[in-house]
């Protein structure tokens, strides 16, 4: 293997991930830390640990110099950015080759083709892969009214290097549009250090289902099964399920294959997810590729038995894949419930507080991924994600039935958090049969 130190450019249970892996390859690991996750437990599991500066994100774990520097007081050689912060930042790759740090993750040329929107959809488009009507935002209110008109409403506003439906806000009427898409950069901004956003018309009623890929740029190109990613509230995530249901076996291997479309149509590397829309009709639609490790990728890990973050880095090492697409064989239903550290009876408001673990779930076909200690200060600086709970099973009931289990299981005080909700949307019919759309949370909660 050609790396010998990894930075953790990231926090929170990605990084726990990302410090194990290490560990599992034999590799010495030095993770970033802010102020603020200074008594963080995963610090004591790295080799070494560096901080990069205060708890605002802009200071800190998006401060490129910062991290750089650490990387060259620990004499790191790779670079993990985990998901959300620089992870899908082409100038933060373009720097870390720079100084000759190897970046774990797509290459500076595939990440710039990727975040310019409207030319990845000329590349997959060009690759056989259907595309909606879509095109970059202009930034005076003029053009952008008028690119709205040219995509129809209604329209979402996307950003262009955003994520986990940061600066993501659907546009019903042209009189919502001006001040949304400000909002939208404003969010983007804080969130990625780019406000761009990016225009795309929206399906009425969809699914949002996604392809995880892994790619090692020569002839080694596999996916690791569908995602069904429907279960939304404000374009976030909350329930993730592999593999999706109420699918055709025409529709689930169309959809796979035109993944792969996808990435050979871009010259992927390394790991990443291609994102649909199905229509009610049956028809499907590219919507974006995330270059970088998803959130979810865990529920995918669970039925195939690939580790994903090991197999990220040794492909960032220069190594081949280490599997066929033959020798991918996804093994019964897993489901993926996101608990995030927000109060759904006020508007998903965010809650901030010192935790208490009460009980914590476990046993068989139970995987729980966090970062989580007692009497951890939860801070407002930071995603709100508090961990992830997966569970397998057989088949999709399974799964089902030992999620509600493993999450009756799941007490934790001192915070508010989505553990109630996510319990009564597993308990919904409209779960049970597996028949939902992204409208579904909406409708749920009478929005």
Request: with cysteine.
């Amino acid at each position: 293997m050609s790396l010998h130190t990894v930075l953790v450019a990231n926090r929170g249970e990605i990084a726990l991930r990302v410090i194990e892996a290490c560990r599992e390859l034999g590799l010495r690991s030095v993770c970033v830390y802010s102020e603020a996750d200074a008594q963080m437990p995963y610090l004591r599991m790295a080799d070494d640990a560096v901080c990069v500066g205060p708890p605002e994100p802009a200071r800190s774990y998006l401060n490129i110099a910062s991290i750089v520097s650490a990387a060259e007081l620990a004499e790191a050689d790779g670079i993990h950015p985990g998901y959300g912060f620089l992870a899908e930042n082409p100038h933060f790759v373009e720097v870390c080759e720079e100084h000759d740090l190897t970046f774990i993750g797509p290459p500076q040329s595939v990440m710039e083709l990727l975040g310019d929107k409207q030319a990845a959809r000329e590349a997959v488009a060009a690759a056989g892969v259907p595309v909606l009507p879509g095109e970059a935002a202009p930034t005076d209110p003029e053009g952008l009214l008028d690119a709205g008109e040219r995509i129809g409403y209604p329209l979402l506003i996307k950003a262009v290097f955003g994520g986990g439906g940061r600066g993501m806000r659907l546009v019903a009427d042209p009189d919502e549009l001006v001040d949304k898409a400000s909002a939208a950069s404003e969010e983007a901004k804080a969130a990625c250090g780019d406000g761009s956003l990016y225009l795309e018309k929206a399906l009425a009623d969809p699914r949002h289902i996604e392809v995880q890929i892994v790619a090692d740029g020569e002839d080694g190109l596999v996916h690791i099964g569908e995602r069904e990613c429907s279960i939304q509230r404000r374009h976030q995530k909350l329930i993730e399920e592999t593999p999706a249901p109420c699918l055709s076996d025409d529709a689930r291997e169309h959809l796979r294959e035109a993944a792969l479309w996808a990435a050979r149509g871009v010259g992927y590397r390394n790991a990443g997810t291609v994102e649909f829309l199905l229509a009610p009709d049956g028809s499907f639609y590219f919507i974006e590729m995330n270059a970088r490790i998803q959130v979810e990728h865990s529920v995918s890990e669970v039925v195939s038995g690939v580790n994903l973050i090991k197999e990220q880095i040794l492909l960032a090492s220069g190594e081949r894949l280490s599997f066929t697409q033959e020798e991918v064989e996804p093994r019964g239903h897993a489901i993926e419930c996101r608990l995030n550290a927000e109060d759904p009876r006020r508007d998903f408001l965010p809650s901030c507080g010192t935790l208490s673990i009460d009980q914590l779930p476990g046993g068989h076909g139970v995987r729980l991924d966090t970062a989580i200690y007692n009497g951890m200060e939860v801070l407002p600086y930071y995603d709100s994600l508090v961990a992830k709970l997966m569970t397998w099973g057989e088949n999709r009931d399974d799964a089902r039935l030992r999620m509600l289990t493993a999450l009756e299981r799941f007490e934790l005080s001192g915070i508010a958090t989505t553990r109630d909700l996510v319990m009564e949307i597993l308990g919904r019919p409209e779960f049970k049969t597996g028949e939902y759309t992204t409208a579904f949370l909406e409708r749920l909660l009478g929005g």
